[in-house]
């Protein structure tokens, strides 16, 4: 009996240590494709270090503009891309008199906390409007949450992204850049989408050229500019504006 309990312990130990062995692979494997992301470029860090209104809590920058309004916007990051980044374009929708709450995603993956909105809510009551934002898979994860909580913002701003779940799409503004074909396909509502000619995927955020972008035919502080301006619009018209006719 015992000869027969030896070899079935040592079976444990061969197949418990196997897949202890699988996990630190597949651990080491995500910890190598997480550490490989884009960085924010110097023109973006340059506006963190002003520190003229720019505020930092926890994993949140805060953007406040000179006169705030009871209106925010929180922004999820796109995936792999370093959140300072998107200091350029939040930076001027703050000049609009919006807050803008940039989230710092862990392993700068918005999947990994998508639900990230619902604490930034609750951090600032002094907010009666909210809008969240976000930029590629930022942009689907912030979709999923206005989608989930529809009680608890008033609508979704999308860069490079599209609708992803069921949320209305009056009450949401689509932005893309018209070499960004792979987002075109994937819209199949009507309602408030801007297309920015010569954009491309990459420039709503200052962290150099992509892999598998088309190159822009326009800068990057343009294809901001123009996004800027739709945003603008799109949180002081009503919903019967037709925001397709904003961008040229």
């Given at each position: 009996?015992k000869?027969n309990?030896?070899?079935r312990?040592?079976k444990?130990?061969?197949?418990?240590?196997?897949?202890?062995?699988i996990?630190?692979?597949?651990?080491?494997?995500f910890l190598?494709?997480?550490?490989?992301?884009?960085?924010?470029?110097?023109?973006?860090?340059?506006?963190?270090?002003?520190?003229?209104?720019?505020?930092?809590?926890?994993n949140?920058?805060i953007?406040?503009?000179?006169a705030?309004?009871?209106?925010?916007i929180i922004?999820?990051?796109?995936?792999?891309?370093e959140?300072?980044?998107?200091?350029?374009l939040?930076?001027?929708?703050r000049q609009?008199g919006?807050?803008?709450?940039?989230?710092h995603?862990?392993f700068?993956m918005?999947?990994f906390?998508?639900?990230?909105?619902?604490?930034v809510i609750?951090?600032f009551?002094?907010?009666?409007?909210?809008y969240?934002a976000?930029?590629?898979?930022?942009?689907?994860?912030?979709?999923?949450f206005?989608?989930?909580?529809?009680?608890?913002?008033?609508g979704?701003?999308?860069?490079?992204?599209?609708?992803?779940?069921?949320?209305?799409d009056e009450?949401a503004?689509t932005i893309?850049?018209?070499?960004?074909?792979s987002v075109e396909?994937?819209i199949?509502?009507?309602?408030?989408?801007v297309?920015?000619?010569g954009?491309?995927?990459?420039?709503?955020?200052?962290y150099?050229?992509?892999k598998?972008?088309l190159?822009?035919?326009?800068?990057a502080?343009?294809?901001?500019?123009?996004?800027?301006?739709?945003?603008?619009?799109?949180l002081?018209?009503?919903?019967s504006?037709d925001?397709?006719?904003?961008?040229p």
């Amino acid at each position: 009996m015992k000869a027969n309990q030896m070899p079935r312990r040592k079976k444990w130990l061969v197949a418990g240590g196997a897949v202890l062995l699988i996990l630190a692979i597949l651990a080491g494997a995500f910890l190598w494709y997480v550490s490989d992301y884009y960085r924010a470029e110097d023109v973006a860090l340059e506006v963190l270090a002003q520190d003229n209104g720019i505020s930092q809590r926890d994993n949140l920058t805060i953007l406040s503009p000179t006169a705030p309004t009871d209106t925010a916007i929180i922004f999820y990051p796109g995936a792999k891309v370093e959140a300072e980044a998107y200091l350029p374009l939040l930076d001027q929708i703050r000049q609009t008199g919006v807050t803008c709450i940039l989230v710092h995603m862990p392993f700068n993956m918005a999947i990994f906390d998508a639900n990230a909105a619902e604490e930034v809510i609750a951090q600032f009551p002094e907010f009666q409007h909210w809008y969240v934002a976000g930029h590629s898979m930022g942009g689907a994860m912030a979709s999923k949450f206005a989608s989930d909580h529809p009680d608890q913002v008033d609508g979704l701003i999308l860069m490079g992204a599209y609708i992803y779940g069921n949320y209305p799409d009056e009450k949401a503004l689509t932005i893309y850049g018209s070499l960004n074909q792979s987002v075109e396909d994937h819209i199949d509502y009507t309602e408030n989408i801007v297309e920015i000619e010569g954009g491309n995927h990459a420039q709503f955020g200052n962290y150099g050229p992509q892999k598998g972008d088309l190159p822009a035919a326009i800068s990057a502080e343009e294809q901001q500019a123009q996004t800027v301006a739709a945003i603008e619009a799109f949180l002081s018209t009503d919903d019967s504006q037709d925001y397709s006719t904003l961008v040229p």
